[in-house]
C-alpha cells in the first residue's frame, strides 16, 4: 500500500513537472533565442573590430594625402573668391572716383562761369549804357580774319556796326547780322580801327588789328611821351564806340626818329581767345541806326 502510494506520487511530481515544462516552453524557447542572439551579436562586431583594424591602418596615409590636398583646393579657392572680390571693389572704387571727378569738374565750371556772369553783371551796373548779353557759339578759322559768332541777332535790337564788350574792355563790332545771331569783327582784324586816346597823356590815336594777339598804334606824335603801360580808350569819335571803353595798354614804343609820327604796339584789354560770353551795345531809343 505504501509503495503503491509512493509511486503514485511519483507518478503525479512526474506528470506535475512535466506539465509545467510544456506550458513555458514557448517563454523557456524565447528566452534560449534571446541568449543565442546577443552571443552572436557580440562575436559579429568583435571579428569586424578585427578586421578593421589593419584597413584603417593602411587607409590613413591615404586619408591623410586627402584631406591635405582639399585643404589645399579650398584655401587657393577661398584666396582666388578674395581675389575676384578685391578686383570688383577696386572697379567699383575706380568708377565712383570717376564719378567723382565729373561731378567736380561740372561744379567747377559752374563756379568759373558764376564768377564771370557776376563780373559781367558788375559791369552792366556800373554803366548806362544798353547792354544786350550774349554768348558766343563760333570761332572764324581763317588766317585772314578775325571775327567770332554770337546768339544775338536783328529780332534782339543788334544792328550793324553795334560795339561788342565785356567788362575788360572792347571786343569788336558786328560786321554781319541775321535775325538770331550775328557775326562780330575783332579788334584784332585788319579791317578794324578805332578812335582811341592815350589816357594819361590823352593823345589822339588810331588802334589798328594786324592778325596777332597785338594790334598797332598809329598816329602817335613823335613828341609824345607815352611809355609801355600807359592805357588806351575809345575817344568817342567815328559814331561806332561810345567813349571811355578800354581799349588796351600800351606794351611797346618804337624809338622816336625822324618824320612826324611813331608807332606802337597794343595788348588788348581782353584775351580775345577766351572769351565765352560778351556784351553788344544796343542803339539807344530814338537814335538813328
Known amino acids: 500500500m505504501l509503495l503503491k502510494r509512493r509511486t503514485s506520487i511519483y507518478s503525479s511530481g512526474d506528470e506535475g513537472l512535466s506539465g509545467l515544462l510544456s506550458r513555458r516552453r514557448g517563454a523557456l524557447l524565447a528566452l534560449g533565442l534571446t541568449v543565442l542572439a546577443f552571443s552572436l551579436l557580440a562575436t559579429h562586431r568583435e571579428r569586424k ?13 591615404a586619408q591623410t594625402a586627402v584631406s591635405t590636398l582639399t585643404g589645399g583646393f579650398g584655401a587657393l579657392l577661398d584666396e582666388y573668391v578674395a581675389v575676384v572680390g578685391a578686383k570688383q571693389e577696386a572697379a567699383r572704387f575706380r568708377r565712383d572716383v570717376a564719378d567723382l571727378r565729373r561731378e567736380l569738374a561740372a561744379v567747377s565750371e559752374v563756379a568759373l562761369e558764376n564768377r564771370r556772369l557776376k563780373t559781367l553783371l558788375n559791369f552792366k551796373e556800373s554803366t548806362d549804357l544798353p547792354l544786350l548779353p550774349a554768348r558766343i557759339v563760333g570761332r572764324s578759322t581763317s588766317a585772314w580774319f578775325r571775327t ?44 578794324s580801327a578805332i578812335d582811341a586816346v592815350v589816357q594819361r597823356t590823352r593823345a589822339q590815336v588810331i588802334v589798328e588789328g594786324r592778325l596777332g594777339a597785338a594790334c598797332r598804334i598809329l598816329y602817335m606824335a613823335r613828341t609824345e611821351d607815352a611809355v609801355p603801360g600807359d592805357r588806351v580808350v575809345t575817344s568817342g569819335l567815328g559814331d561806332i564806340y561810345p567813349k571811355g571803353l578800354l581799349v588796351g595798354q600800351i606794351s611797346k614804343v618804337d624809338p622816336a626818329k625822324g618824320g612826324v609820327f611813331r608807332g606802337a604796339e597794343l595788348i588788348p584789354g581782353v584775351d580775345l581767345s577766351r572769351l565765352e560770353e560778351v556784351f553788344m551795345v544796343l542803339p539807344r531809343s530814338g537814335a538813328s541806326e
Open 49 to 61: 573590430e578585427n578586421a578593421a583594424r589593419p584597413l584603417g591602418l593602411v587607409a590613413a596615409p
Open 148 to 191: 567770332l559768332v554770337v546768339d544775338k541777332g536783328a529780332a534782339d535790337g543788334v544792328v550793324l556796326s553795334s560795339p561788342v564788350v565785356t567788362a575788360g574792355g572792347v571786343i569788336g563790332r558786328v560786321s554781319e547780322v541775321s535775325n538770331s545771331s550775328s557775326r562780330v569783327l575783332l579788334i584784332t582784324d585788319t579791317s
